[in-house]
């Protein structure tokens, strides 16, 4: 379901990202995402669901051509599978940002054997939902769009019964790697700091009792 989260001058809406929209989700990438970042631009985030195991299954059953992007096929098989979650944004029918939302197990470099500093004990008791990535639209940035899709994706996992939202904003000076959002938009939506680590600071919200 969509939600429009802005009146006035701009009016944004919010869908979850489906196999449907996986041509809104490729041409965002492909097209508008990274206009002033190449190095970025053949990223379709991917990076916390990687996997030798997954890019040894795909190779296994996709013919790769000789300069295909192999993060393309990935995130085509992801977002096929459910795997690849998130949000996206739009503004007068085009895409204009993208969150990578889901269960913190569900990211393959969030696990606990590959970062078991992210994990604790009562983890095991409760619903944790992970929020990795914002990406705007280079002329979209700071009109609020981020904190909108970030306000409906704790809104959903409230009413999916997750205990906690977690998010990683990285330490020091924002550009390009601060694509986790910076600290004082997880703030202002009421998250506070869970535990400081060498690059990041996981921060949480409460949202409902342990299950």
Same mark, same amino acid.
């Given at each position: 379901m969509s939600e429009q989260i802005f009146g006035g001058y701009m009016d944004i809406i919010i869908k979850k990202l489906t196999p449907e929209l996986i041509g809104d989700y490729f041409y965002f990438f492909d097209n508008v995402a990274f $206009?002033?970042?190449?190095?970025?631009a053949?990223?379709?985030?991917?990076y916390y669901h990687y996997s030798e195991e997954l890019l040894d299954e795909i190779k296994e059953s996709v013919t790769i051509r000789p300069g295909e992007s192999i993060n393309r096929i990935m995130a085509e098989r992801l977002i096929?599978?459910? $795997?690849?979650?998130?949000?996206?944004?739009y503004l007068d029918g085009a895409v204009v940002g993208w969150c990578n939302v889901n269960d913190k197990d569900k990211f393959a470099r969030l696990s606990r054997e590959r970062r078991p500093d992210l994990w604790d004990d009562q983890d095991a008791c409760e619903k944790v939902k992970s929020i990795v990535c914002f990406t705007i639209a280079p002329d979209m940035r700071r009109k609020g769009i981020a904190t909108a899709m970030l306000a409906k994706a704790c809104e959903d996992a409230a009413a999916e019964g997750y205990s906690y939202f977690e998010a990683y904003p990285t330490k020091g000076e924002v550009n390009s790697l601060s694509y986790h959002g910076p600290l004082n938009m997880y703030e202002k939506l009421g998250f506070t700091v869970h535990k400081e680590l060498k690059d990041y600071t996981v921060v949480r919200k409460k949202l409902s009792g342990c299950v």
């Open positions: $206009t002033d970042n190449s190095d970025w053949g990223c379709y985030c991917v096929q599978l459910g $795997t690849l979650c998130g949000y996206l944004a």
